[in-house]
Nanobody
Framework: QVQLVESGGGLVQAGGSLRLSCATSGITFSMNAMGWYRQVPGKQRELVARISSGGATNYADSVKGRFTISRDNAKSTVYLQMNSLKPEDTAVYYC???????????WGQGTQVTVSS
C-alpha cells in the first residue's frame, strides 16, 4: 500500500521557520522525483519545490532563497525547510511522488501551514 504522510505543519509567526516532512512507504523512493505543492482555497495547487531522483532541485520564484527541499533515500523521506515565512505562505502543503517509468503520481493528504502577521 502506497502512503505519503506529511507532518510538521502548524501555526508560526511571520519571520519564523517550519520543517515539513513527508514519509513514504510502498514506493521505490529513490526512483521518484519528489515535490512539495501548496494550495489555498479557491486557487490552483502550485509547485513550491521539487527534487529529482538524482538530487536536482527547482523552486518557485516566491520561495527561492527561503525554502530548501532535501531528500533522505535511506529514510524514504523528503523535507521542506521553510525559513523567513510570510503570511502569503499560508496554505495546505502537499507532497507528491512522481515516477516516469512506469508512470505514477502519488499525493499525500496535506498539512496546514499558517503564518500570522
Amino acid at each position: 500500500q502506497v502512503q505519503l504522510v506529511e507532518s510538521g505543519g502548524g501555526l508560526v509567526q511571520a519571520g519564523g521557520s517550519l520543517r515539513l516532512s513527508c514519509a513514504t512507504s510502498g514506493i521505490t523512493f529513490s526512483m521518484n522525483a519528489m515535490g512539495w505543492y501548496r494550495q489555498v482555497p479557491g486557487k490552483q495547487r502550485e509547485l513550491v519545490a521539487r527534487i529529482s531522483s538524482g538530487g536536482a532541485t527547482n523552486y518557485a520564484d516566491s520561495v527561492k532563497g527561503r525554502f530548501t527541499i532535501s531528500r533522505d533515500n535511506a529514510k524514504s523521506t523528503v523535507y521542506l525547510q521553510m525559513n523567513s515565512l510570510k503570511p502569503e505562505d499560508t496554505a495546505v502543503y502537499y507532497c507528491n511522488a512522481e515516477r516516469t517509468v512506469p508512470r505514477s503520481l502519488r499525493w499525500g493528504q496535506g498539512t496546514q501551514v499558517t503564518v500570522s502577521s
